[in-house]
């Protein structure tokens, strides 16, 4: 049985960046997947400029070639208001299936080596990792997904309800070619229904909501999305779930590290993952690069100083927001003055922070029945 200095389970953006990194670092990789790339998967298609920054850090470019930037937000509050501004810095929306294979295929090139199979058991010992009784690593990254088989190897449990969302994703035509239009609403809070475009004449559009307990039907999710966002029919609709942030598991153990949706890294004010799953997994890659020794605290210690206090500001943002009326207080502020739009976006799209200025130019909104025009 052949020994890889890293194994990675999964090949979405979180394994594929873990791949690229940890083979910049020289280490011999395993790439495993249970699927063939291209490959579909529910998700947004937003591509925000963060993540597409650390693809450059790891030597990749043109993942959005083809896919014209997006520049313009508009953001509709549970209220009624609204806020419509450039964005800080360009976004783009590029369907996952040709996202995932370009930045596989990188990995690819770079030296991975990318193998399909369906992973069943992870069985760490003092000396190694063993998959399935057929590979061997120094050390396994799990970037398998919300229903990670690394993870509950690890012994961690899926997130529970308030912790966990659930979205649908279609396409469906749009006269939009400029703006990505995020519509809340206070039925069911929090929830929200968008439009990505694409820059075809289609866009990406989709409805989610954080479970609390109870299933919720596919004829539901799609009756919320046109009754907020009315498009016709979608077609290619798709669910999937989204482990919010606000309940991580450990990211590390032993000689098991944890990146991407697998680690729960998936915004809570947003539902953006794809920045997330990027950086977690190049600073996983990284840190398994250099050896078994500790990793598991080199990686720990690596999220925390990239990702620590942005965590702790959009969990407390999260917090904040369960409360429509400081969302909607929130907006209203965003429209009043373009930095308070800009630490919103920063924050639901990358890594940014709040500042006390930005507070309180929201807690000023706070119960003012007269909000901006957007």
């Known amino acids: 049985m052949h020994l890889f200095d890293v194994a990675i389970v999964g090949a979405g953006p979180a394994g594929s960046a873990a791949a690229l990194a940890a083979r910049r670092a020289g280490a011999t990789v395993l790439l495993l997947d249970r699927a063939d790339f291209p490959?579909?998967?529910?998700?947004?298609?937003?591509?925000?400029?963060?993540?597409?920054?650390?693809?450059?850090?790891?030597?990749?470019?043109?993942?959005?070639?083809?896919?014209?930037?997006?520049?313009?937000?508009?953001?509709?509050?549970?209220?009624?208001?609204?806020?419509?501004?450039?964005?800080?810095?360009?976004?783009?929306?590029?369907?996952?299936?040709?996202?995932?294979?370009?930045?596989?295929?990188?990995?690819?090139?770079?030296?991975?080596?990318?193998?399909?199979?369906?992973?069943?058991?992870?069985?760490?010992?003092?000396?190694?990792?063993?998959?399935?009784?057929?590979?061997?690593?120094?050390?396994?990254?799990?970037?398998?997904?919300?229903?990670?088989?690394?993870?509950?190897?690890?012994?961690?449990?899926?997130?529970?309800?308030?912790?966990?969302?659930?979205?649908?994703?279609?396409?469906?035509?749009?006269a939009n070619t400029t703006e990505q239009v995020i519509v809340t609403t206070r039925q069911r809070w929090p929830a929200y229904a968008w439009e990505f475009p694409l820059g075809d004449g289609t866009a990406n559009v989709g409805y989610g909501e954080v479970l609390r307990g109870e299933p919720l039907s596919r004829a539901y999710l799609l009756d919320r999305l046109q009754q907020l966002l009315p498009t016709g029919e979608p077609t290619g609709v798709r669910g999937h779930h989204l482990p919010l942030s606000t309940h991580r598991p450990s990211p590390a153990a032993g000689r098991v590290l944890l990146a991407g949706d697998a680690l729960s890294l998936i915004n809570p004010f947003t539902g953006e993952g794809i920045f997330y799953a990027v950086l977690s997994g190049a600073l996983a890659g990284a840190a398994a690069a250099t050896g078994a020794h500790d990793v598991a605290g080199r990686y720990r210690t690596a999220l925390r100083r990239r990702l620590g206090r942005h965590l702790r500001h959009s969990g407390f943002a999260a917090w904040l927001s369960k409360q429509p009326r400081v969302v909607d207080a929130a907006v209203d502020a965003a429209a009043r003055n373009g930095a308070v739009f800009d630490r919103m976006v920063e924050l639901g799209l990358g890594d940014g922070v709040f500042d006390v200025r930005t507070i309180g130019r929201i807690a000023s909104r706070l119960g003012h029945r007269h909000p901006a025009t957007p």
Do not use: M, W
């Open 39 to 174: 490959r579909d998967k529910p998700c947004g298609d937003g591509i925000a400029a963060e993540a597409v920054t650390v693809l450059h850090g790891l030597g990749v470019r043109g993942v959005t070639d083809g896919h014209p930037a997006i520049e313009r937000l508009r953001l509709v509050a549970p209220g009624g208001t609204a806020v419509a501004r450039p964005l800080p810095r360009p976004a783009h929306t590029v369907p996952r299936r040709v996202f995932d294979e370009r930045l596989v295929r990188a990995a690819v090139g770079a030296g991975a080596e990318l193998r399909r199979h369906t992973v069943r058991s992870v069985r760490p010992d003092r000396d190694g990792v063993t998959i399935d009784d057929q590979y061997r690593a120094a050390v396994v990254i799990g970037a398998d997904g919300a229903g990670s088989v690394v993870r509950r190897a690890l012994g961690n449990d899926a997130n529970p309800p308030g912790h966990l969302a659930i979205a649908i994703r279609g396409y469906a035509p749009t």
